[in-house]
Structures are given as structure tokens and as C-alpha cells.
């Protein structure tokens, strides 16, 4: 099928971008990479009467360490992510789930600010975001702002992000102290999404207890979660302590609305899922301990 017909815009910096998302309203969209919109335009999931195009806004690109946090521009391709240095060492999580994503053409064009403003439930990047508490940095005809990422994904494919707002930028931490994480998760083929994944950040204070845990789920419900009652519960405890299937079974077992469709019913979801976080903790917990 091919997309329905609309207007093509190409702004040339990121106040024309805004500007156009505002006169056109809900009738336009922002173009990115293009590999999650382009497929749902040609198959008419989705119709906009105009796209604005990103690809002239180098505002939005580039990877820049500021003090304790790392900021990736928006239009930052994975690609380009995978191959930084920077990212490798000031946030290893985001580095490892990078690779997961689709294959090599994918990544070469799609965006992480597309990732994130697309919200799929299954994505690696909005998992990542969760939990390591990034923010998201929006800018609109009202002025700039910053959303932390626990309240951002709101739904399926649905984000706390205006119509008419611009995503520019993805501030990340950059934990201190002795720290580990990991990324598991299991997809049928190399390059699919995810049947289920857990994405896991754990820190250790001077005691090597644990100060801060993060457990991101992905592919386990509407949109990506965390689970907050077991990071709770492990807070003060030595990592040792706590039993890897335990953690992953608390993990999904509070979970409702765990998809079900031609991929697996939600009860095989969950095992996969429960199986996934308890992979992705022990790996995180082991270099933690040996960090
Ligand atoms: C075969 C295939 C396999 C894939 N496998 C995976 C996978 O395993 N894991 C995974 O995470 N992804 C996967 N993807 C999706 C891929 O990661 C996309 O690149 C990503 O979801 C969207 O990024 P994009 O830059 O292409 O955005 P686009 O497709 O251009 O846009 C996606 C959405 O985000 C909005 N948007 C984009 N940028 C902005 C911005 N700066 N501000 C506001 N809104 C914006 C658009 O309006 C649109 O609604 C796959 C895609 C394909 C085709």
C-alpha cells in the first residue's frame, strides 16, 4: 500500500519545526528516522495531512557530556549511538540495549528521539529511559521543558508530549559509585521486537548495599513499567541476599493487561518476562559487586 497524500515540510532549524507543529496542529506529524512512522503511513494505521521533516535540524544531533548527566539530541541516530565512546562508558545500559534494536539499517536511520516520542511497549530506549530516570526535553511554541521519564510514556504509543511538541533532547545520568546493568530479552528472530524484556540498574553504597535499583519491563503491558514495589523491597539489602527468580516473578506477577496475540498468550508472556529480570539482575548485580 502506499501512505495517503500530504504536504512535505523541511524546517531548517528547531523554532521553524515548532512553529510549523503549532499552525498545522493535530493534521501534522514530526518525520524522524522514519521506521516506525513510514511503515504505519503505508499501511494507513496512521494519516497526517502534512510531515515535518527533521533531517536539516542539527540542533537535534549530537551526544554531549554536561557534569553528571549525558544529553543525546533527539535526531541522534542509534547507529550513531552505538558507536560512542561516551555512551559506552557514562551510560552502559543505553550502549547494550542498542544493538537489540531491529538491525543495522533500522538503527541507521531510526532516531532515539524518535524511539522515545514513539512509545512502542516493546522498544529497548523507553525502557532504558525508565529506569535509569532520564528526562526528556521538549520544546514548544510555550518554551522548553523537561519531563522525567516516569511520567512521559502514558499509554500505548502515547506520550505526555503536546502536539505541537518538539522532542530534543534525552538527558541521561551518569550513576556514581559502584554500579551494574543489564539488558536481557527474547525475540523469536535477531532483529525482532521483543516477546518480553527487563532492562535492570543497580548501585551499591559504601556498605555494598544497594542505594539505587531501577527494573525497566518492556513488551509486558500497554507501555513500559517499572517495577517499583520490588526495587522498594531491595533498597538497604546486600545484592547476595536476594534470590534472581524471586525478584523476576514479584516483577511480573502484579502485572495486568499483559498483552496476548499470535506471538504468545500473556500468561507465556509473563514467564518469559519473570525469566528475562532475573537474567538481567544477576548480570547487573555481578558487576556491580565486582565494579
Ligand atoms: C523491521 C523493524 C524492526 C524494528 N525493531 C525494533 C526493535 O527491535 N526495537 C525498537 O525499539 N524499535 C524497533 N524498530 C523501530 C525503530 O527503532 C524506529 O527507529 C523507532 O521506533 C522510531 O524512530 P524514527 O527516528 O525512525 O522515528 P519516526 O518513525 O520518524 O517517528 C516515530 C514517531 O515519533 C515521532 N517523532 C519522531 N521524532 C520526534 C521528535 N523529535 N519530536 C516529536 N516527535 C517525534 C513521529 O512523529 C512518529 O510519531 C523497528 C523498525 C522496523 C521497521
Known amino acids: 500500500m502506499k501512505p495517503a497524500p ?107 528521539g524518535g524511539s522515545i516520542a514513539h512509545a512502542d511497549a516493546a522498544a529497548e530506549y523507553p ?14 511554541p ?8 516516569s511520567r512521559f510514556f502514558t499509554g500505548m504509543w502515547s506520550t505526555e508530549l ?5 522532542l530534543t533532547g ?5 550513576l556514581p559509585g559502584p554500579c551494574g546493568f543489564a539488558v536481557e530479552e527474547f525475540a523469536r528472530r535477531s532483529g525482532d521486537f521483543a516477546i518480553a524484556g527487563a532492562t535492570v540498574a543497580v548501585g551499591l553504597d559504601a556498605d555494598a548495599r544497594i542505594d539505587r535499583c531501577g527494573i525497566g519491563l518492556f ?27 524471586d525478584i523476576g516473578q514479584s516483577a511480573v506477577s502484579v502485572l495486568e493487561s499483559v498483552p496476548s496475540d499470535l506471538h504468545g498468550s500473556a500468561a507465556y508472556r509473563k514467564r518469559v518476562g519473570s525469566a528475562m529480570v532475573a537474567r538481567a539482575w ?3 548485580v555481578q558487576e556491580a559487586v565486582n565494579d
Not at 127 to 140: K, R
Not at 162 to 166: H, I, K, N, T
Not at 170 to 174: L, W
Open 142 to 149: 510555550r518554551g522548553r521543558r523537561m519531563i522525567p521519564a
Open 6 to 112: 500530504f504536504a512535505y515540510h523541511a524546517p531548517a532549524d528547531t523554532g521553524e519545526a515548532v512553529a510549523l507543529l503549532a499552525d498545522l496542529g493535530e493534521d501534522a506529524k514530526a518525520l524522524a528516522g522514519g521506521q516506525s512512522l513510514v511503515p504505519m503511513l503505508a499501511l494507513r494505521l496512521a494519516v497526517f495531512d502534512h510531515l515535518v521533516d527533521l533531517r536539516k535540524l542539527q540542533e537535534l544531533r549530537g551526544i554531549e557530556r554536561r557534569g553528571e548527566s549525558v544529553w543525546i539530541g533527539a535526531g541522534t541516530t542509534q547507529a550513531t549511538i552505538q558507536r560512542s565512546d561516551e555512551i559506552r562508558t557514562a551510560v552502559p545500559l543505553l550502549a547494550r540495549a542498542t544493538p537489540l534494536i531491529g538491525h543495522f539499517q533500522i538503527r541507521s536511520r531510526g532516531t532515539i
Open 162 to 166: 503536546a502536539p505541537d511538541e518538539l
Open 282 to 284: 544477576r548480570c547487573a
Open 127 to 140: 525502557a532504558v529511559a525508565l529506569t535509569l530516570d532520564a528526562e526528556i526535553e521538549a520544546l514548544s
Open 170 to 174: 534525552i538527558v541521561f545520568p551518569v
Open 219 to 245: 513488551g509486558l503491558g500497554p507501555t513500559t513499567s517499572r517495577a517499583t514495589e520490588v526495587e522498594a523491597a531491595l533498597l538497604g539489602t546486600a545484592p547476595t541476599e536476594a534470590v534472581a527468580d
